[in-house]
């Protein structure tokens, strides 16, 4: 008996139809796209001036997840390439069927001091549906909470899908971190100025208007202008250009006095006016939390970790005339379980950052910004063709 080590190919089998084949290349994309994008690097867009100038509206950058290490899903059940709303009809792109516990795999470091970071919107876990882009939060300051539930849907986001922000991490784990007349310091030395971030000033004229030509070509925001005197968001680069400027009197930067907390919507973190009169301006000092270091609690410091303890890190809080209780046990001690970190914008008055929502844990950390590949102005033919495939530090320098 002969045996046949070979088979002729079935000349009638038939072909994958067109639809077939397009399916499965369709199939395939998405999931290398998927992966790509949760694992390895993710394109962002820069929505607002909050990091001016060194990253500009409308700049296209990579994330790096491979820089701090990829963060596993927390969320797995999701439509594929969709952060948290369908497009066009609106509504959830996930669901909470199945959630996972924050795990990271292993990265090429650690965050480190000013590198700038996109992660997931600490206060974004609620939102108003019908103005997702207003800090909840903050109009539940301004309104009233029951006012706020009874004028809008009120929905919870899980962590991996609350908003994205992109901030400069001015200080890590352990830092000591003040903010005097509008200057940051870390651990008592001034934090360094990059060129490009931007500084209000009150500007005082002759009485005569400054040139508005002179102000663009030296990418100046003019905030509000009454004739005599202007409100500026000048570069510090270009602050000495300024001054030179024809019809300057005087120039000086623009702070919130020390110990003015101003509107219920100006109050910064921990929105206790009562032991902390911090501003915007003049904030601190205070210690970022370290995973593995000990506070002592009490009744003048609990605002600053009542978040912390029981919404990031998950326990059950319950306070009663200064005395504290976690988890059923009695403590006047806590011991931080993450990382915890201070993001800020470079554009300092144009940036809703930590001093108004406080500490980013670390598994809210989803980046490190790697480079620009798009950038334009005005429109697409407005294209910023210097800015195109830099790394965020020769922008930012």
């Not at 499965?24 to 994309?29: E, L, R, T, V, Y």
């Not at 290398?32 to 100038?53: C, D, N, Q, V, W």
């Not at 207003?134 to 899980?158: F, H, L, W």
């Not at 931007?198 to 202008?225: A, P, Q």
Request: with cysteine; hydrophobic share 35%; net charge neutral.
């Amino acid at each position: 008996m002969r045996l046949a080590f070979w088979k002729k190919k079935d000349a009638e089998r038939k072909k994958k139809p067109v639809w077939r084949e397009w399916l499965d290349a369709g199939i395939f994309a998405i999931v290398a796209a998927t992966l790509i994008r949760t694992f390895f690097i993710e394109a962002y867009t820069i929505p607002t001036g909050s990091m001016e100038g060194s990253l500009l509206v409308n700049d296209f950058l990579f994330v790096s997840k491979i820089s701090y290490g990829p963060r596993i899903p927390m969320t797995p059940l999701a439509v594929p390439l969709v952060h948290n709303t369908m497009p066009i009809t609106g509504g959830k792109s996930y669901t909470e069927a199945v959630k996972w516990g924050y795990h990271r795999w292993w990265g090429f470091g650690k965050v480190e001091r000013n590198d700038v970071v996109v992660f997931n919107f600490p206060e974004g876990d609620t939102i108003m549906k019908e103005e997702p882009e207003q800090d909840y939060y903050i109009q539940c300051r301004i309104m009233g909470r029951e006012a706020v539930k009874s004028n809008y849907t009120i929905e919870s986001r899980p962590i991996d899908k609350t908003d994205n922000y992109i901030k400069r991490c001015v200080a890590i784990p352990g830092d000591v971190l003040e903010l005097k007349n509008g200057v940051l310091y870390i651990n008592g030395q001034q934090s360094r100025l990059y060129p490009h971030s931007k500084t209000e000033y009150i500007v005082r004229t002759d009485g005569n208007m400054l040139s508005s030509d002179e102000l663009e070509e030296n990418n100046v925001e003019v905030r509000n202008n009454n004739g005599q005197a202007y409100d500026l968001l000048i570069e510090n680069g270009k602050v000495p250009t300024v001054k030179k400027m024809a019809h300057v009197v005087t120039m000086e930067p623009a702070v919130m006095p020390a110990g003015v907390v101003g509107s219920a919507g100006e109050w910064t973190f921990p929105q206790d006016t009562a032991h902390f009169k911090w501003n915007v301006d003049n904030f601190g000092p205070m210690t970022i939390p370290k995973k593995g270091a000990t506070v002592q609690l009490t009744a003048e410091n609990i605002a600053l970790y009542r978040r912390l303890i029981s919404v990031y890190e998950g326990n059950k809080l319950e306070e009663n005339n200064g005395q504290f209780t976690i988890n059923g046990k009695p403590s006047n001690s806590y011991t931080f379980k993450m990382d915890y970190y201070w993001m800020m914008g470079d554009n300092r008055h144009n940036s809703l950052d930590s001093r108004y929502w406080g500490f980013v844990p670390e598994d809210h950390v989803v980046g490190k910004a790697w480079f620009v590949w798009l950038s334009y102005g005005k429109g697409l033919s407005d294209i910023r063709w210097r800015r195109l495939f830099h790394g965020i530090h020769s922008l930012e320098n």
